[in-house]
């Protein structure tokens, strides 16, 4: 190492430092990018950040471990990680962006908003409204989510585009509150519009969640649950309100209780556990995993290639993580459970209400007054062209993946 690499300091992104099994985790804030360093290489670079150059730090992990150490390698893994501030060429780091970027708590757009919405005030104010809810759901019998609760109005196609619209609106809510949850921990949670087949969603990003300790991840997690079941309870306060001041359930209050019942669906889906929803993450967090849901996915495959003797397909167990594959010996059973949920969801509720959405378009292009078969006409495009972009997306998706191969295959016969 020469003088001018030995007396030069570098300048490292802020870092965070969690303890693990196989030595420490080491991350950079605001990323999903880690490695697990042995504990003297996690001393090291504290001492980088301290701000000692390349050849104190190399002459102080000489000192202390009696070991010689490649500086020049292990900045090169600094840099391969992006946990280096990087020099323009030609000329240093600005003043206010090294100091930006050494920044231990950088501010956040809504951080402030974040940290409200978690504040003991606001958990009383939730708890008001979880309260009056519940209180109401206990008076008043008929406000208690049920499956007659879709049918708010006469027109299937009015009941698709309301409950659409509003369960968009729930989404927000939810994804608004992991958003909240992350800014609150100064993560750059972002809120963003992305698609799921056919249908715009929202959905939030929480990059470097993983990188805090395990105890503050859990809120993140479950505040999109929490979010729906504060979204169920202003929908239930609005119904029940509306029926006390007009003595019935108009139009407005069945809308909030087909919303109300749709909610619960969408809240019974993090259950769905074969999927990877919120409650699998807190789970992975508990556990200390690292893919246990593609461990599980394979090992109960295994199960059946043994079964049918197809043991030329079997998975290489080799290939799971240690954690993973000691807790996909439940997982496994809970994962499969996941399935049989939603197909229960899927028989005993989705099933009846798309048979009365159907048998109620049928009876009324039969024997309907013009405006209800105009109704029906309208429901049968709306959900004809859904579902015709789902299938032809299927389709699509599937003759690109045989143009590939057949490309692939015509590729290895030519050479």
Not at 48 to 56: F, I, K, P, R, S
Request: charged share 20%; with cysteine; proline share 4%.
């Amino acid at each position: 190492m020469d003088d001018q690499q030995d007396q030069r300091k570098i300048h490292l992104h802020p870092l965070t430092f969690l303890p693990d099994s196989e030595g420490v985790s080491i991350g950079r804030f605001g990323t999903d990018t880690f490695a697990v360093f042995p504990e003297d290489g996690a001393e090291l670079i504290k001492q980088l950040q301290a701000g000692l150059t390349v050849g104190e730090a190399a002459r102080w992990y000489q000192e202390t471990y009696h070991e010689e150490l490649d500086m020049g390698d292990f900045l090169e893994i600094l840099r391969d990680l992006t946990f280096v501030i990087e020099e323009p060429e030609g000329g240093d780091l600005h003043t206010n962006d090294l100091a930006t970027s050494r920044s231990d708590s950088p501010t956040l757009r809504g951080q402030t908003l974040g940290k409200w919405a978690f504040t003991p005030v606001a958990w009383i104010l939730y708890a008001v409204l979880i309260g009056a809810g519940v209180a109401f759901l206990w008076k008043y019998p008929e406000l208690r989510p049920a499956r007659k609760h879709v049918f708010f109005t006469d027109y299937t196609t009015a009941i698709i585009l309301g409950l659409f619209i509003g369960q968009m609106l729930g989404i927000l809510v939810h994804e608004s509150m992991h958003l909240l949850a992350g800014r609150r921990l100064g993560l750059p949670s972002k809120l963003s519009v992305g698609r799921r087949m056919y249908m715009l969603v929202f959905q939030t990003s929480m990059p470097g969640i993983a990188g805090l300790p395990r105890k503050v991840r859990y809120l993140p997690f479950l505040s999109g649950m929490f979010g729906d079941v504060l979204f169920f309870s202003a929908l239930v306060l609005l119904a029940g309100i509306t029926q006390i001041l007009t003595g019935e359930l108009n139009l407005f209050a069945r809308f909030c209780l087909a919303l109300s019942f749709t909610t619960i669906l969408r809240f019974l889906w993090q259950f769905y556990f074969h999927l990877q929803t919120d409650i699998y993450y807190v789970i992975v967090t508990i556990l200390g995993c690292v893919n246990l849901q593609e461990t599980a996915r394979q090992k109960i495959a295994n199960v059946w290639y043994r079964l049918i003797r197809a043991d030329h397909k079997l998975h290489d167990p080799s290939r799971w993580a240690e954690t993973d594959a000691k807790v996909a010996r439940w997982y496994g059973p809970v994962y499969s459970v996941g399935y049989a949920f939603f197909l229960y969801v899927l028989v005993f509720v989705m099933f009846p209400i798309a048979y009365k959405f159907l048998s109620t378009v049928f009876m009324n292009l039969l024997h309907g007054s013009t405006d209800k078969m105009l109704d029906s006409v309208l429901f049968i495009v709306f959900n004809g062209i859904q579902y015709g972009v789902v299938v032809w997306l299927y389709v699509r998706g599937r003759l690109t993946r045989r143009r590939s191969q057949k490309s692939i295959v015509q590729g290895g016969v030519g050479k």
